[in-house]
């Protein structure tokens, strides 16, 4: 029997994952087309795979980090690397680095992309407002989206169920022909599976900041319990999301459109009503994702160039310097545009994350006999 108190830690540790991987680049539908809608009646299989993916490595990572009490990344990939920690833990700080590039990046393109095509705001006009937005709230802000940051998560997910539940019935003869249509001319099996691999991949990049969270259990065994609560939930969304976007798979804008959710709103219910609310909530979420990773990146920064850096305390020239370069590359990389940032970019940062966690990961299982050697 499960008392209250655990389980509101489980679960709690549960929705840290979820909010992770259901942001604004998963709302704007992007990533779910790239890696798996693109691939027809596979999706379905896929996108189920890369969740049990996720889970799997995050119990593991959470049960080890709570049965050796290391709570922050780099204690735990000291201890979980062992004697070649000289190595996989310097090569965790390049995924990181990768990782504190190419995300604000992308809900940078994410949130001036939705902008333009749900407000036709000018595109220089919206990256302008955004970078400088960004600017000030990484500067100033950060604990306020800190704090909302689940906040506006909820709302992401409580506005996904308000367009794709009503759509997906009004259009399920849209999304019934597209299956059929995927099924008598499927897509490569293997390219359909390696790319719900890498996308898990990727997701797994962050998985050194996912193990402070385990310290609030009360024994490593809470790490499947909680990750079993994430995966139901994650499972549902997700299949609840491709399944939706099959309905917009056939039109002709579906393959490069930037935000693919907006076709789908603009085809369907209400989309006088949907269409603002969505759009406002992905831009929102996109930029506070993007306000959290230039932080920490400047955070990270100013700390290695002052080891008496405070980062509660009032913002200094330094931080002000950090955050605006920070800021600029992340403007820079947006450039490359949304599409691209998201088929690239997180496809070589998931092959990164191959060689330095994946693969490691289960020589580790084997070695220690899951830990229990």
């Known amino acids: 029997m499960i008392s209250k108190d655990k389980m509101s830690v489980t679960v709690g540790v549960a929705f840290v994952w979820f909010t992770t991987q259901f942001g604004g ?203 079993l609560y994430g995966l139901g939930v994650n499972v549902v969304i997700v299949l609840m999301a491709v399944l939706g976007l099959m309905a917009i798979t056939d039109d002709p804008n579906f393959a490069k459109e930037s935000i693919p959710l907006l076709i789908l709103v603009n085809k369907g219910v209400a989309p006088e009503v949907l269409r603002p609310i969505i759009s406002i909530l992905i831009v929102l979420g996109s930029v506070s994702t993007a306000v959290n990773m230039i932080a920490g990146m400047s955070n990270r920064v100013c700390s290695s160039l002052d080891k008496n850096f405070d980062p509660t305390a009032k913002p200094g020239t330094k931080v002000i310097v950090v955050t605006a370069v920070c800021t600029l590359v992340a403007f820079l990389i947006a450039q490359l545009g949304l599409n691209k940032i998201v088929a690239v970019g997180y496809k070589y940062l998931g092959y990164l994350t191959i060689p330095v966690i994946m693969i490691p990961y289960v020589v580790h299982m084997i070695a220690t006999k899951c830990d229990n050697k």
């Open 25 to 227: 680049g998963f709302a704007s539908g992007n990533q779910l087309r790239q890696y798996f809608v693109s691939f027809g009646i596979w999706a379905f299989i896929t996108c189920i795979m890369a969740q049990c993916i996720g889970a799997f490595y995050q119990w593991y990572a959470l049960k080890y980090a709570k049965k050796h009490e290391v709570y922050d990344y780099k204690s735990f990939n000291d201890s979980f690397y062992g004697k070649y920690a000289p190595i996989f833990s310097n090569l965790y700080e390049l995924v990181y680095i990768v990782t504190i590039c190419v995300a604000p990046a992308a809900a940078f393109a994410t949130g001036v992309s939705t902008m333009e095509a749900a407000f036709g705001i000018n595109h220089w006009i919206g990256t302008v407002f955004v970078g400088v937005f960004i600017f000030i709230v990484a500067v100033y802000g950060t604990n306020v989206v800190r704090k909302v940051a689940a906040t506006l998560s909820v709302l992401i997910v409580v506005g996904l169920f308000a367009v794709y539940i009503p759509n997906i019935i009004t259009q399920w003869t849209s999304i019934s022909a597209n299956i059929s249509a995927s099924m008598a001319n499927p897509a490569p099996a293997g390219k359909a599976i390696w790319t719900g691999i890498v996308y898990a991949a990727f997701q797994l990049a962050s998985i050194g900041l996912l193990v402070q969270h385990a310290k609030p259990f009360e024994s490593p065994d809470d790490a499947k319990t909680s990750m």
